[in-house]
């Protein structure tokens, strides 16, 4: 990611249990929510249920069956890649609270769920695929990947914290549909791109049980740091 905690190029030693770090999109801890269009406001309803759907989306993630493999623990984000295009199809439609709030959202989504993934990827199932290949090509590939990804979820804050002091422009309409864009187009390839080499590959090379303690070190580390973010 765009940052050194997710730029796992080598094998990193978990922090201390009790260490706590800031989340590096979110260095002072998370904004403060903007209140959401009161009953007389006329947005889009549409755009005013963004909100209770991106309230959802971390419930479903942490209420999803328990994944069975690598691969398996992606379809864990589909519900927020589908939110993710919600709001990147709904810019416009609606008052600026509303835009706010469903920007907010997403990047705590993004923050303490898929970034915590990505730098667990990077402090567990990385150094296992160098091992197995005997090369650091694709992982090297895989953190570029998770860089631009914590990259774009950066900008995310950077436009909501705009949005806040600014106001919403129609210019700012238009950068935040292209960074949604982005960023949605940037997790989907990320993940097909993962699933078809590393997970491919290690799929091969472990045995059953081997694997099965892969996913669970692989849960355990991303726990760890969605803890120290929060």
Known sequence: ???PSASCSREVRL?????????????????????????????SPRLGRLASDLEATLEEIAMAKEPEGLADKH??????????????TSVGEGKAASLRLSTIGLHESLAHGLIPHAVGEGRTVFPVLRR????DEI?????REHREIARLTDELERTY?????????AGQERRLTE????????????????????????????????????????????????????
């Open 179 to 230: 960074l949604l864009g982005k960023l949605r187009a940037a997790i989907r390839e990320h993940f097909a791109a993962e699933e078809e080499t590393c997970f491919r590959i290690l799929k091969a090379e472990l045995d059953p049980e081997e694997a099965k303690e892969l996913c669970r070190a692989l849960d355990a580390a991303a726990s760890q740091v969605r803890e120290a973010y929060e």
């Open 15 to 43: 922090p201390p249990a009790g260490r706590r770090r800031a989340h590096p999109t979110q260095p002072h801890g998370p904004p403060e929510r903007p209140s959401s269009d009161g009953p007389s406001g006329r947005g």
């Open 161 to 169: 914290d705009e949005l806040v002091r600014s106001g919403l422009t």
């Open 132 to 135: 197995v290949t005997g090369s």
């Open 1 to 3: 990611m765009g940052h």
């Open 75 to 88: 379809i864990e984000f589909v519900p927020l890649i589908a939110a993710i295009e919600k709001v990147e």
């Open 139 to 143: 992982a090297t590939e895989m953190n």
